[in-house]
């Protein structure tokens, strides 16, 4: 056995497809649910998607603790915020804490962040805050080891002025495609559509999502693919 894989010091890689889309009237934010540890998965059915506010959700890739740190620290400022304006916080503040925290402390974090959300100010917004902590608001943000197969499509794909089942579909085929090609991306997809009605969530299990070129349709059990072979008969 390669000594290596025994090293708990040896730097893992980890890997997630995470998405923000802007529509008109809001942002679906979308993200894949495996959380690798190198080869190994530690978590086929993790939620990326986390709440930091009634309005504003936060899509995590990188190092898990990490990601779910920087989140703690948001929705507690975030908490204090609130308290003392009397009002809920904005889109921006939101991701501007994140950046903050991310740019502060880059040299300790691994993770890249989108922070989604609406607010009554300035609608629907999706901002990227990559790895190093810098701060970009973009119509649709793209993350984590998976995007790197999805550049291309949503150029093709994305377009201004959508509608809120449009841009669901676009999330669930984006991240079912990097689930496809990506091998640290994978299990279920999970959506959150927030816009001046409030936050919707979804779930698509892995055997309804779209197949992609040589894909295998899921099966419960390897039973089911392999044929059986009749035994042969016992010769005293």
Not at 24 to 45: F, I, K, P
Not at 69 to 87: A, P, W
Not at 160 to 184: C, F, N, P, Y
Request: aromatic share 8%; glycine share 12%.
């Amino acid at each position: 056995m390669d000594k290596s894989l025994l090293d708990v010091e040896q730097p893992h890689s980890m890997g997630t497809t995470i998405i923000g889309v802007t529509y008109n009237g809001g942002v679906v934010l979308g993200a894949d649910s495996r959380t690798s540890t190198g080869m190994y998965v530690a978590n086929r059915a993790s939620d990326k998607i986390t709440q930091l506010t009634d309005n504003v959700y936060v899509c995590r890739s990188g190092s898990a603790a990490d990601s779910q740190v920087v989140s703690d620290y948001v929705r507690y400022f975030l908490h204090q915020h609130t308290i003392q304006l009397g009002q809920p916080a904005t889109v921006k503040v939101a991701a501007s804490l994140v950046r903050q925290l991310s740019y502060n402390n880059k040299a300790m974090l691994q993770t890249g962040m989108i922070v989604g959300g609406w607010d009554k100010y300035e609608g629907g917004k999706i901002y990227g805050v990559p790895l190093g902590g810098t701060l970009l608001e973009q119509p649709f943000a793209i993350g984590g080891s998976g995007s790197s197969y999805l550049y291309g499509f949503f150029d093709q794909a994305w377009r201004e002025g959508m509608s809120q089942e449009e841009a669901e579909k676009l999330v669930v085929t984006a991240v079912s495609l990097a689930i496809a090609r990506d091998g640290a991306s994978g299990g279920v997809v999970r959506t959150v559509t927030i816009n001046k009605d409030g936050v919707k969530r979804k779930f698509y299990p892995g055997d309804t999502l779209p197949l992609w070129h040589e894909e295998m349709e899921a099966v419960n059990s390897l039973l089911d693919i392999v044929p059986a072979a009749s035994p042969e008969p016992m010769v005293s």
